[in-house]
C-alpha cells in the first residue's frame, strides 16, 4: 500500500509571470486529492524508464533533503524553495510548458526496508518525490441564462494514467535516485534540468533500457554460436524475474553466465559485449518492474505466425521445442498443452 504523508501543489504560470506558491499541504482527507496523488506517485514509482543516479558528493539538494528527513526542516517551506527554484530555472527555458509541481512524502508499505545509512527510513520504503506536472488546454461548457457556451482553460492536470516527462523520485533509506527528465534548451545550451542542475547526480542506464541491452546481446550472441535465440532470450527474461524477486535488482553478466552455465565459450563472449554496452554492474528493478517486462516473450516467423509465450517456458523442454532441419528450416512443437482457446 502506498501511504501519502504530506503532499503539496505549487501552481507555475508562465504566461504572466507569476507563482501560486501553496501556504499549506493538500488535504488527503479528500478522497478525489488523495486518490489522484497516489495513483501520481504510484506511477512514477513503478516506471521502468526511469534512469537511476546517485547524489555527488557537493549536491546542495541532497544536503537539505538530508536535513528535512532527519526533521530539521519543515515541509511546506522546503517545498516552497524547491518550487522557487524550479520557478527561476524553468522560466529561462526557450519553450516554455505550463506545469505545476507536486511535492510529495510518501511511504510503500509493499516494498522492504532498505538498509539505513545516510538517509532514514520508516516501516516500509519512505520516498520523497517531486513531479513537474504538465497543464493541458481543455474545453468546458458554459451554463449562461437561456444560452450555453463553450470555452477553453489551460488549468486542466494530467489524469493519474497519464506518463509525465520529469519527476524525481529519492529512497530516503539509501538515498538511491529514479528520475525522468527531457531536454531543455536553457540560455541556448541544451540539458537536462534535474539531474545536471538541480539534483547534482549521476545518471545511469534505466530498467527498461539494461533489460532490452541484454536481450540483445544474448539474441546476437546466441545466433553467432549456433544456439536458438528465442529460447536463450526467453531464458534471459526469466532470469531478470528470479533476481529481481529476491534482490529487487539484477547483474547483467550474473544473466549471461546463468543463461550459458553449459557453454562458458558462450558466456565469455556474453560477458565481453556487456562489457562493451558499458552496462552497470547491478542495475535496480521492482518487481512488478521485472515481472511486466520479462513476464513473456513474443517472436514472429518469416511466415507471419505469431507466439507469445511465458519466459519461464524457455526453461521447461516438453513445452516449447525448437529443431532445426538439414536445410536450416525450423519447427517449433508446443507440448504438455490441456486446452486451447480462441483470443
Known amino acids: 500500500m502506498l501511504n501519502v504523508d504530506r503532499a503539496i501543489l505549487h501552481v507555475f504560470d508562465f504566461d504572466s509571470g ?8 493538500l488535504d488527503l482527507d479528500v478522497r478525489s486529492t488523495k486518490s489522484f496523488v497516489q495513483r501520481h506517485l504510484r506511477k512514477i514509482s513503478s516506471n521502468a524508464e526511469s534512469r ?18 532527519a526533521g530539521e526542516r519543515e515541509f511546506v517551506e522546503f517545498s516552497v524553495e524547491i518550487a522557487q527554484w524550479f520557478w527561476e530555472e524553468l522560466r529561462r527555458a526557450e519553450d516554455l510548458e505550463q506545469c505545476d509541481l507536486l511535492v510529495a512524502d510518501f511511504t510503500d508499505t509493499d516494498a522492504a526496508s532498505g538498509e ?12 520523497f518525490a517531486i513531479e513537474l506536472l504538465p497543464r493541458r488546454q481543455a474545453f468546458v461548457h458554459e451554463v449562461e441564462g437561456d444560452a450555453n457556451g463553450i470555452s477553453r482553460v489551460d488549468a486542466t ?23 525522468h527528465d527531457k531536454e531543455r534548451s536553457v540560455g541556448g545550451t541544451a540539458t537536462m534540468v534535474i539531474p545536471e542542475r538541480f539534483l547534482q547526480c549521476t545518471s545511469e542506464a534505466s530498467s527498461h533500457e539494461v533489460i532490452d541491452e541484454v536481450s540483445v546481446i544474448v539474441r546476437d550472441v546466441a545466433e553467432e ?8 532470450v526467453g531464458r534471459a527474461k526469466a532470469c531478470v524475474a528470479r533476481a529481481a524477486d ?11 553466465r546463468t543463461v550459458f552455465a553449459e557453454r562458458p565459450d558462450v ?20 518487481r512488478g518492474v521485472a515481472n511486466r517486462l520479462t513476464k513473456s516473450h513474443k517472436i514472429r516467423t518469416d ?25 536450416g528450416r525450423i519447427t517449433i512443437t508446443v507440448g504438455n498443452v490441456a486446452r486451447i482457446e480462441n483470443r
Open 157 to 179: 492536470l494530467p489524469n493519474p494514467s497519464q506518463k509525465v516527462a520529469s519527476y524525481v523520485l529519492v529512497d530516503a533509506a539509501t538515498g538511491a535516485i529514479d528520475f
Open 116 to 127: 539505513d545509512v545516510e538517509f532514514e527510513g520508516d516501516a516500509g520504503k519512505r520516498y
Open 52 to 69: 537511476h543516479g546517485e547524489f555527488a558528493p557537493d549536491s546542495g539538494f541532497a544536503v537539505e533533503l538530508q536535513h528535512y528527513l
Open 246 to 256: 529476491v534482490e529487487e535488482s539484477f547483474s547483467p553478466a550474473e544473466v549471461g
Open 18 to 25: 507569476s507563482t501560486y506558491f501553496s501556504e499549506r499541504p
Open 225 to 232: 554460436f549456433g544456439l536458438e535465440p528465442a529460447v536463450e
Open 267 to 286: 558466456a565469455e563472449r556474453f560477458e565481453a559485449r556487456v562489457a562493451e554496452a558499458r552496462l552497470p554492474e547491478e542495475t535496480p528493478v521492482r
Open 303 to 327: 511466415t507471419g505466425v505469431e507466439i507469445t509465450f511465458p519466459s519461464e517456458l524457455a526453461e521447461r523442454p516438453g513445452y516449447l521445442d525448437f529443431s532445426t532441419d538439414a536445410e
